[in-house]
């Protein structure tokens, strides 16, 4: 049973994915600076919040996901020598940044500030982290600051996967996998992409020891039979998996754009960039090779208001005002959690998800927001608890047994995103792709050499194929053209290399080249596709 000197507990769950994005054959690609954005304004920043917070020997235990594709990305040589270039520009940048606003009083401070961040980043890069994110990620795992859980393999959505359960068994058994090699251990915990479950989908999580996943708050909410602690308690299911729900009070504050903390007028304004701000003479070694324009990362603006015109930015007025809004958020905590626990009559666990981006890249203070919340935390309240679902399930041990409901997070709490009429072509072509490489895994039990290459990847292909990204992408409108062609050109290589195989006819020197392209899960065995 929980301690008596605390009413609850709150799981703060950081969400970390990127797409897989890996162009060799380019030497610059825009959407590689999807992940060099990321490093630059999320990771590094959030492992120096949570590095500070470990050598304080502040207490706190925070769950993160880091995606098989992005933990890949981390890892591969050659994206991480590309980092290291951009981050040397990005000081190369910051100091004529220096000289050309020096005297300037509304925006000489703030370039000396973006300065010293750079620099700061390069050193912990570098130097503290040895170029090795995921390491610098598993050492806090280890130190028990964190715990890290997986993800599908490829953020495969997968309640559109149902109609070949091989392939949804594949997408969690090679997230599985992958994460036993980037970790060390066992995956305590899953992300779901987008959140997506189907019940009978745990199955295949108990099938790999994993113990819990998250839904969003109706994925409780309409469990059968109806839950009796609502979304403040998980429920168990017939597998022994619990599913933890989002709490929706929490998630708005941080969220909401109306309401939420990263909308106030002080934080700095994502839009502004001086890759759009400047004469592109000055920027045109910093944006695109065709020279079109782009965000570089220095932002001189607040977002001020709903108009066009922006107030300059101040780093040390945002920072304050960060601190102010981690205080809130605490005390909304507490009287959440003193009344959640007189309702329920039982600790509730208030579960406050969030895609891990959001931190830095879109809310550029998130990272001290929760710097303060920790900190504060520990320190200035004795309500609740900073908890890990194993921490929770440990702790307080009984569970109702019940059953989720298809679900997912984003607009609608379905598929709605995923399966429209931007989106739905793809479907037809990934369920083709799954009957064939199903068809290769039931044929072909044993493998070498070459045989044994191409069957591999073909799995890397539709696994590839099957990333929810591409079809979140076609919905939102940005980056489409990309988003269509990474989908046609994954199916075209799996029924290129189906044919290949059951043709005996494998051409060497073109599954050389796409393996080059694709590397990732170097351990992939294609007979996880094997018929149920």
């Not at 590689?32 to 020997?57: H, K, M, N, Q, S």
């Not at 980037?182 to 992300?191: K, N, S």
């Not at 700095?268 to 079109?292: C, K, S």
Request: overall charge negative; some cysteine; aromatic content about 12%.
């Amino acid at each position: 049973m929980p301690s008596t000197d605390i009413q609850g507990y709150v799981t703060l769950v950081l969400h970390a994915h990127l797409p897989y994005v890996r162009h060799p054959e380019h030497e610059e690609f825009l959407e590689e600076d999807w992940l060099y954005e990321a490093i630059t304004e999320t990771y590094l920043p959030l492992l120096d919040v949570f590095d500070r917070i470990a050598d304080d020997g502040v207490p706190c235990r925070v769950t993160m996901t880091i995606t098989p594709t992005l933990a890949s990305m981390l890892r591969d040589e050659l994206l991480v020598a590309r980092y290291g270039r951009r981050l040397d520009k990005l000081c190369e940048l910051a100091d004529k940044e220096v000289h050309r606003t020096k005297g300037d009083p509304a925006f000489g401070g703030t370039a000396w500030f973006y300065r010293e961040r750079f620099y700061h980043l390069r050193r912990l890069f570098h130097d503290r982290y040895q170029r090795d994110l995921v390491g610098a990620f598993r050492r806090l795992q280890d130190a028990g600051v964190l715990e890290i859980v997986t993800c599908c393999a490829t953020h495969g959505f997968l309640p559109l996967l149902q109609p070949h359960p091989e392939a949804v068994r594949a997408q969690i058994a090679v997230g599985a996998q992958a994460y036993r090699g980037f970790f060390g251990r066992g995956p305590p915990g899953i992300w779901l992409a987008e959140c997506g479950y189907f019940p009978g989908a745990e199955r295949y999580l108990a099938d790999e020891g994993i113990r819990y996943f998250f839904v969003d708050t109706h994925g409780i909410l309409d469990a059968v039979p109806r839950p009796r602690f609502g979304a403040y308690a998980p429920v168990v299911t017939e597998a022994g998996v619990a599913a933890f729900g989002r709490d929706h009070e929490s998630s708005l504050q941080v969220w909401s754009a109306e309401h939420g903390y990263p909308g106030d007028s002080l934080y700095r304004e994502f839009y502004r960039d001086i890759g759009y701000d400047l004469p592109i003479d000055y920027v045109r070694p910093y944006v695109q090779a065709t020279g079109e324009r782009k965000n570089i990362g220095i932002k001189y603006h607040r977002i001020t208001g709903k108009t066009p015109h922006k107030e300059p930015y101040d780093p040390g007025a945002a920072r304050e005002r960060a601190a102010s809004h981690a205080g809130n958020f605490m005390f909304n905590r507490e009287k959440q959690i003193e009344h959640l626990r007189g309702a329920i009559g039982r600790a509730p666990v208030v579960v406050s998800p969030y895609d891990a981006e959001l931190y830095g890249h879109w809310w550029f203070e998130g990272p001290d927001f929760l710097d303060f919340f920790i900190r504060k935390s520990a320190y200035d309240q004795k309500t609740f608890k900073l908890a890990t679902p194993t921490d929770y399930l440990r702790e307080v041990q009984e569970q109702q047994i019940a059953q989720p409901p298809f679900c997912s997070w984003g607009a609608g709490g379905y598929a709605d995103v995923w399966l429209n009429q931007t989106n739905d072509w793809i479907y037809r072509h990934l369920h083709k792709g799954a009957e064939r490489m199903i068809g290769l895994a039931r044929d072909y039990p044993e493998a070498d050499g070459l045989r044994r290459r191409a069957l591999n990847q073909a799995a890397r292909e539709l696994l590839l194929a099957q990333s929810s990204d591409w079809a979140f992408i076609m919905k939102t409108g940005t980056m489409v053209d990309y988003a269509v062609r990474r989908t046609k050109e994954h199916v075209l290589r799996l029924f290129r290399l189906h044919d290949q195989i059951r043709g005996g006819a494998i051409d060497e020197g073109w599954l050389a080249h796409v393996e080059g392209r694709d590397n990732l899960f170097p351990d992939i065995d294609w007979r996880v596709y094997r018929p149920a």
